[in-house]
């Protein structure tokens, strides 16, 4: 039998899609809505680990691992209803200190990027808000543009940070899961949009900080 990327991608996009249709015709109160964006997180996360494990038997396994965290002094995308699930994660996890710390650091990667756009932005090097000794501190609920970031070489992340406007200097990222997770989540957008739901696209300091304080 052929394998063709092309259905196995619309088959991915249907499954997003499918995912926010639950949560639709669930009515999308805040908690429905909470908890499919937290099962196509999880379908994305099995993706990513079936293609991890793929990788390794070709000899092309993720070098990615807790303290690692070159990409996370990047900018990185999210959409509404997934900062929603962020913002959620860190006002039940976290004290009142802790989040206003978070909140503040979002502010001050804010100020540092206001006024940047094209390559100048996405060339940055500021360190993620939830960045602490060298993780994330809300790991469990981060966005698909960090679960599909899978590298093969730990050292071409390194030069991309220290280099980043070197043409050369390019993460060794796995292409293939990361557009299957995208499409996930491009499914996911489309079936809230059918529903009337404006999704939105921010940075993860943009978004993050509209959790309620105790």
Not at 67 to 96: R, T
Not at 182 to 208: H, P, Y
Request: with cysteine.
């Amino acid at each position: 039998m052929n394998f063709d990327p092309k259905d196995l991608e619309k088959r991915f996009y249907s499954d997003g899609y499918q995912l926010a249709m639950k949560a639709v015709e669930a009515g999308l109160s805040g908690e429905t809505l909470l908890s499919s964006v937290k099962e196509m997180h999880q379908l994305v996360d099995e993706v990513m680990e079936y293609f991890s494990n793929f990788a390794k038997k070709q000899n092309r396994a993720p070098a990615c691992r807790k303290g690692c965290s070159w990409c996370c002094h990047q900018p990185v995308f999210a959409l509404s209803y997934e900062m929603d699930v962020l913002n959620d994660f860190i006002e039940k996890n976290f004290d009142n200190a802790t989040r206003e710390q978070i909140a503040k650091r979002a502010t001050e990667k804010n100020t540092k990027l206001k006024g940047l756009q094209g390559d100048a932005l996405l060339n940055s090097k500021f360190p993620c808000p939830l960045l602490e000794n060298g993780a994330c501190m809300a790991y469990a609920a981060r966005p698909v543009a960090c679960r599909i970031y899978l590298s093969t070489s730990v050292a071409s992340c390194q030069k991309f940070f220290s280099e980043p406007e070197n043409e050369e200097a390019v993460p060794a990222l796995l292409q293939f899961p990361m557009r299957i997770g995208r499409l996930i989540n491009e499914g996911f957008k489309a079936a809230l949009k059918t529903a009337g739901v404006k999704v939105e696209e921010m940075r993860i300091e943009e978004g993050t900080g509209t959790f309620r304080s105790s």
